[in-house]
């Protein structure tokens, strides 16, 4: 999974969202052609043309939707040019307009919170979402908005209330593996390897058998013989791993360099311990 996916499945805290309006269009033809311009900049990573662009569409447009639009528009755009206080502002002035019921205000004001280090905001911001969208028939969607909460949950020390978040997740969209990734990545993080491992594997038996998973399997594993051995000395890991471990850890390693995995470190471990 390459970085742009992660951003567009993570929605709040990955990456900035374009928008499309779920609402009867009132503004003029004019109007709406300008802000799908804009929404198709802010797709394409054009965040300084798009923030030019909706600044306009808030000039020339006086309807409620073309205003309520060009804010998230300028919101979404601000985020992608790292303005994270010109973010908030635009959000909190569709989040006005919207009388506190647009989703993607919330998406892009969240998103800003977070990148300001202000988790707690943020969190707060992701349950309205999800209070917004409890009816919401797409199970994917709201699997994703638990997801979100759980790490938010996780950045606030909310150890048990993640665990309860992410298995909602789960329970929505089991098929996912991004949420069994997110979960072995909590539990590594918290040097609970039995439960990490346990994840990865369900991501394996989901399908998912690529260079990313293997990588991630790969350094938890050392990460795990590095915490119990008290070093990260490769010569010295070599020598204290039972025969057992070492071959735990050279079949996960193995397939990430076979799958094109390029460092230095795994390498000369391969080379010392994986026969």
Known sequence: MNLKTKLLICLVLLGPLSIHAQQLITMSNKCFKQVQAGNKQN?????????????????????????????????????????????????????????QNNVMAYYARSYAYSKLGRTTDAKTDVVRITELTKKNKDLKGRARMFAQLAHLDFQLDMLAQADTNLNKAIELDPGNPAFFIQKGDMMIKINNYDDAFAAYDKVVDLGKRDLEIYQIRTEARLKQMQHKYVTTDIKELAKRMTKQEQSVLCADMKKALDLGLRNLQLDLLATMICK
């Open 43 to 99: 797709d394409l990573g054009q965040y300084q043309q798009a923030l030019d662009t909706f600044k306009k569409v808030l000039k020339d447009c006086s309807a409620k939707d073309a205003k309520e639009e060009a804010n998230i528009g300028i919101a979404i755009a601000a985020n992608g040019l790292e303005d994270y206080e010109k973010a908030l502002g635009a959000a909190n002035n569709a989040i006005k307009v919207s009388k």
